[in-house]
């Protein structure tokens, strides 16, 4: 069945027809490290696992991203690395990406995501006001600026600031 289905915390997962084209607008190699945005039931970091070197998630969710955790080691993955974290922070530690994917939509592609993103590298970001019709953004990273190429139309949940409370399902 390719529709987003509830995985808890208030949060989806994506239709398997979005994760398939997001990751495939990644262009991603074997040598990448990839940032993603919104860890959720885990399976957009397990498809970017096989991959690229090492999958990088923030998830702002305990009870998602110890979840996922599992799931994850349940498969016997590897390269997956999770932070519990807010997503509008990225992560400098590791920085700069290869790639970066966000699995929530932002209002405006988010300033510090960009500065993580390396030259030469590509974001996939949903953009749009919450509730309304958004646009799926492929971000390429130049010497020059950022070429931004929109994809299609999608809904996604919002990304939101700070850390979620257990037991809210928004804010």
């Known amino acids: 069945?390719?529709?987003?289905?509830?995985?808890?915390c208030?949060?989806?997962?994506s239709q398997p027809l979005v994760v398939g084209l997001m990751t495939q607008a990644l262009e991603v190699g074997p040598r990448m490290k990839v940032l993603e945005i919104g860890t959720g039931s885990?399976?957009?970091a397990a498809v970017l696992s096989r991959l690229c070197r090492r999958v990088y998630s923030i998830e702002r969710h305990r009870d998602?991203?110890?979840?996922?955790?599992?799931?994850?080691?349940a498969l016997g993955i590897h390269n997956v690395i999770t932070l519990l974290?807010?997503?509008w922070n990225g992560w400098p530690d590791h920085a700069p990406f290869d790639r970066i994917i966000v699995t929530a939509a932002a209002v405006e592609i988010p300033a510090v995501l960009k500065e993580q993103l390396?030259?030469?590298?590509?974001?996939v970001i949903p953009v749009g006001?919450?509730?309304?019709?958004?646009?799926l953004l492929q971000v390429r990273k130049t010497e020059a600026g950022f070429d931004i190429h929109p994809m299609?139309?999608?809904?996604?949940?919002?990304?939101?600031?700070?850390?979620?409370?257990?037991?809210?399902?928004?804010?």
């Open 118 to 123: 390396a030259v030469g590298g590509i974001m």
């Open 129 to 135: 006001e919450e509730f309304e019709t958004q646009e």
């Open 85 to 87: 974290g807010d997503g």
């Open 64 to 73: 998602l991203m110890q979840t996922a955790e599992k799931r994850i080691a």
């Open 42 to 44: 885990g399976y957009q």
């Open 10 to 13: 208030g949060q989806t997962i």
């Open 152 to 171: 299609f139309p999608v809904r996604f949940v919002p990304m939101l600031h700070g850390m979620a409370v257990p037991g809210q399902t928004r804010r």
């Open 1 to 8: 069945d390719n529709r987003a289905l509830p995985i808890g």
